[in-house]
């Protein structure tokens, strides 16, 4: 059973505008939450994280919105680049457990 | 710091070889991971260790599959013998478990197949 949904497996997007990646997740138990970026033939890396205490969590272009009643996640990217096409991976965990990975979503940004 | 460090980056190898991948988390980490993905089930975690001892490897598909941390620099997964449904991208990850955020660092991966 699939703790973590990402139910899109593909978002196109122009570049300027927003691109908005969603997040499901049933373990009411989850305490962080996390988004990773994955580039062809790399290791997914780090993007942004949110803790269960908050409901928004903001880095330059990128924001994190936690909806913990819908238990949903969502991230915006605003304005869009091309540099951003890539597969956005939710996760989420209990405090000291691995991370739960969702399936992905792919981005494309065209200019 | 040089970041995760897995070898080899690609390995081909016949049905029925043993494989073994390396990996080098990153320095003053104390969780290693390695996970697995497919096209068909994404991104599965395989095993974890704490503080060098495994702590949970229910993601294991099977006796084929065994992974060590003999020390905190260093770690191998294993697959004996290899079959070419053991095909797939495998990626080692770490952290460093607070009890409160657990960012994980992921190296570039090595890309198996088994022909």
């Known amino acids: 059973d699939q703790q973590v949904k990402q139910n899109s497996p593909s978002l196109s997007v122009q570049e300027g505008r927003i691109s908005i990646l969603n997040c499901d997740y049933t373990?009411?138990?989850?305490?962080?939450f996390l988004w990773y970026k994955k580039y062809p033939a790399e290791g997914p890396t780090f993007l942004i994280s949110?803790?269960?205490?908050?409901d928004k969590n903001e880095d330059g272009r990128f924001t994190v919105f936690l909806n913990k009643s819908a238990k949903h996640l969502s991230l915006h990217i605003v304005p869009s680049q091309p540099g951003d096409s890539a597969v956005y991976f939710c996760?989420?965990?209990?405090?000291?457990?691995?991370?739960?990975f969702g399936k992905g979503t792919t981005l494309s940004v065209s200019s | 710091d040089a970041g995760v460090i897995q070898s080899p980056r690609h390995e081909v190898t016949e049905m029925g070889q043993e494989v073994t991948l390396r990996c080098k988390p990153i320095s003053g980490h104390n969780s290693l991971f390695w996970y697995r993905q497919t096209m068909m089930r994404g991104l599965e975690l395989l095993i974890y260790f704490n503080n060098n001892v495994p702590i949970d490897d229910s993601g294991m598909p099977e006796d084929r599959f065994s992974a060590k941390m003999p020390n905190a620099s260093f770690s191998t997964l294993k697959i004996q013998p290899s079959e070419p449904r053991d095909s797939a991208v495998y990626f080692c990850?770490?952290?460093?478990?607070?009890?409160?955020?657990?960012?994980?660092?992921f190296g570039p991966g090595t890309r198996l197949t088994v022909l």
């Open positions: 373990n009411s138990m989850f305490d962080y």
């Open positions: 949110i803790s269960s205490i908050k």
């Open positions: 996760a989420a965990n209990q405090a000291g457990t691995a991370l739960i």
């Open positions: 990850a770490s952290s460093f478990i607070t009890g409160k955020t657990d960012t994980q660092y």
